[in-house]
């Protein structure tokens, strides 16, 4: 089976970013799912959570069990994604 150059990279690519992306996070007994319109709120993930390392415009990071994750929030203050850094 012979692959494109193009077909090749596009593999590559998917790799790397459904590798560098997570859909979910534990904060001790508790599962964060990244959910866009549905997921949870800021103010539940800090009841779960407690308070992030850091605080950005429309972000915050974790650092949990030697491992970083973003958290990006809407205007609505919902979750949309977890990203493992």
């Known amino acids: 089976m012979k692959l494109s150059t193009a077909t090749v990279v596009l593999l590559i690519t998917a790799t790397w970013s459904t590798s560098a992306h997570s859909t979910s996070m534990r904060c001790g007994p508790h599962l964060i799912h990244g959910g866009g ?4 709120t800021d103010f539940e993930i ?16 974790y650092r949990i069990s030697g491992r970083k994750y973003e958290l990006r929030f809407n205007g609505n203050r919902i979750l949309l994604s977890i990203r493992q850094l």
């Open 37 to 40: 319109r549905h997921g949870p």
């Open 46 to 61: 800090l009841r779960k959570c407690g308070e992030p390392s850091e605080r950005r415009a429309k972000s915050w990071i």
